[in-house]
C-alpha cells in the first residue's frame, strides 16, 4: 500500500513540475510576446495603437502638416494631444467603414478609394523629366500645338430697345435700331471709328480688349461663331450688326496674324507641353500598374 502511495505521490509531484515549467515557459512568452510588440511599436516610432493598427510618429507628422499645422513639440503640447485624438478617432471611424464594407456598398467611398488610389500610384514616383524629353514631346505631337491665328478689332454694342419683347434679336428687333445703325454707319464713312465708339457705345458688361488674342480667347468672350464672322473680315472692314445678349455688336478688325511655328512660340507653350507630358507619363504608370494588378489576381469573368 505504501508503494502504491508512493507511486501516486511521484506521479502527482511530476505533473506538478511539468505544470510548473509549463506555467513558467507560458509567462515567459508572454513577456517575450509583449517586449516584441514594445520594442516594434518603438522602432516604428507609435503614437498610438488603434485596435492593433499602429499610428507612426512619421503619419502623424505628415497628418499635422497636411492640416497646415507648424509644430514644436515641446511648446504645443495641448495641439499635439488635440491632433492625435482626431487622427485616433478618424482612425476608428475608418475601420467602422470597413467594418461595415462601404468600400463595397457606397459608390462614393468607392470612387473616392478608387482616386486617392490612383493618386498615391502617381505620386510614389515623380516624373524626371529633361529638356530633351520635351523637345522630343512637342517634335511628336507638333500638330497638337499648332498655333491659331491672333485677331485684334474694335466693337460698339447699341442695345435693344425692348430687352423683353419675344422678337429679341430678330430681323424686326433690328429694324427698331435702324435710324441709330443708318447714322452710325454713315458717320463711319469720314469719321474713326474710335471716336463713333465713344458716341454711340452702350457696352457696359465686359471690356473688349483691344490688342491682338488668340481665336480662342476670343471664342470665351463671344463664342466661336461670332469668333469666325469677326476673322473672316478684311482688315478695317465694319461688319454688320450681330446679336449678342441683348443688343447687338459692331466690330472692325484691326489685326490679324499667324504665329510662327518658333523656338519664342515654343517658350510661350512650354508649361502646357510639361503638363501634357506629365499627364502621359501617369496614364502610362496607371496602365501598368492596373496590369501588374490584374496578372497577379485571380479573375474569373461570367457570361452576360
Known amino acids: 500500500m505504501i508503494h502504491a502511495m508512493t507511486k501516486i505521490l511521484n506521479k502527482n509531484?511530476?505533473?506538478?513540475?511539468?505544470a510548473t515549467i509549463l506555467g513558467i515557459s507560458l509567462i515567459f512568452y508572454e513577456t517575450i510576446s509583449f517586449n516584441n510588440k514594445f520594442l516594434q511599436l518603438k522602432n516604428k516610432k507609435a503614437v498610438a495603437l488603434v485596435n492593433d493598427v499602429v499610428i507612426s510618429e512619421d503619419q502623424f507628422l505628415k497628418y499635422?502638416?497636411?492640416?497646415?499645422?507648424?509644430?514644436?513639440p515641446e511648446d504645443d503640447v495641448e495641439i499635439?494631444?488635440?491632433?492625435?485624438?482626431?487622427?485616433?478617432e478618424e482612425e476608428l471611424l475608418v475601420q467602422r467603414g470597413i467594418e461595415l464594407d462601404l468600400h463595397k456598398k457606397d459608390i462614393g467611398v468607392r470612387k473616392e478609394m478608387i482616386k486617392q488610389v490612383i493618386d498615391f500610384i502617381i505620386q510614389v514616383e515623380a516624373n524626371q523629366?529633361?529638356?530633351e524629353d520635351i523637345r522630343d514631346f512637342y517634335n511628336e505631337n507638333i500638330g497638337r500645338y499648332t498655333p491659331t491665328q491672333k485677331i485684334q478689332f474694335q466693337s460698339i454694342y447699341i442695345n435693344s430697345l425692348n430687352k423683353e419683347s419675344v422678337l429679341l434679336g430678330t430681323e424686326s428687333d433690328l429694324k427698331t435700331l435702324q435710324p441709330k445703325l443708318s447714322k452710325l454707319y454713315e458717320e463711319l464713312k469720314t469719321t474713326d471709328f474710335i471716336e463713333i465708339k465713344s458716341s454711340f457705345d452702350e457696352n457696359n458688361f465686359f471690356e473688349v480688349p483691344d490688342k491682338l488674342?488668340?481665336?480662342?480667347?476670343?471664342?470665351?468672350l463671344f463664342g466661336k461663331s461670332i469668333c469666325n464672322q469677326i476673322a473672316l473680315l478684311n482688315l478695317d472692314e465694319v461688319s454688320q450688326p450681330i446679336f449678342f445678349d441683348n443688343g447687338y455688336f459692331i466690330f472692325k478688325l484691326v489685326d490679324r496674324?499667324?504665329?510662327?511655328?518658333?523656338?519664342?512660340y515654343y517658350n510661350e507653350i512650354k508649361e502646357k507641353i510639361i503638363f501634357d507630358y506629365?499627364?502621359?507619363?501617369?496614364?502610362?504608370?496607371?496602365?501598368?500598374y492596373l496590369k501588374y494588378l490584374k496578372d497577379n489576381s485571380d479573375i474569373t469573368r461570367y457570361p452576360f
Open 13 to 18: 509531484t511530476l505533473i506538478f513540475i511539468i
Open 64 to 72: 499635422a502638416s497636411n492640416l497646415g499645422a507648424d509644430i514644436q
Open 80 to 88: 499635439l494631444e488635440l491632433l492625435l485624438e482626431r487622427m485616433i
Open 129 to 131: 523629366i529633361s529638356e
Open 213 to 220: 488674342i488668340n481665336i480662342k480667347d476670343c471664342n470665351l
Open 257 to 264: 496674324i499667324k504665329q510662327e511655328i518658333d523656338e519664342e
Open 278 to 288: 506629365n499627364n502621359g507619363l501617369d496614364d502610362e504608370k496607371l496602365k501598368k
